[in-house]
């Protein structure tokens, strides 16, 4: 965990937010800036940067947000009908937070390509 990491500071519960899941390896919650009718991001408790930080050491743990986002979606009440992961690395993907994370998107019609 890193002290200065906002999602690391909800993680440990120092910062509020709107839990809808919470596990082991993996916390989510609703996104303060929704782009979507639902938008939850759910974050793994272990601290990593982004996707160029990822190594073996990680894969349980980064493969548990699927889990996270199915479990959520089933919950949420939209795994039938569709719902969107997306996860960004970089500035110019628009990663604001050094902290891996997956958009969960739900409650319209998403079109391709994202933008």
Known sequence: MSSSCIFCRIATYELAATIVHDDEHSIAFRDLHPKAPTHILIIPKQHVSSVNDVTNDHAVALGHLFVAARAIAEAEGFAKKGYRLVVNTGS????????????????????????
């Open 92 to 115: 110019d993907s628009g990663q604001t937070v050094d902290h891996i994370h997956v958009h969960l998107m739900a409650g319209r019609a998403f079109t391709w390509p994202p933008g």
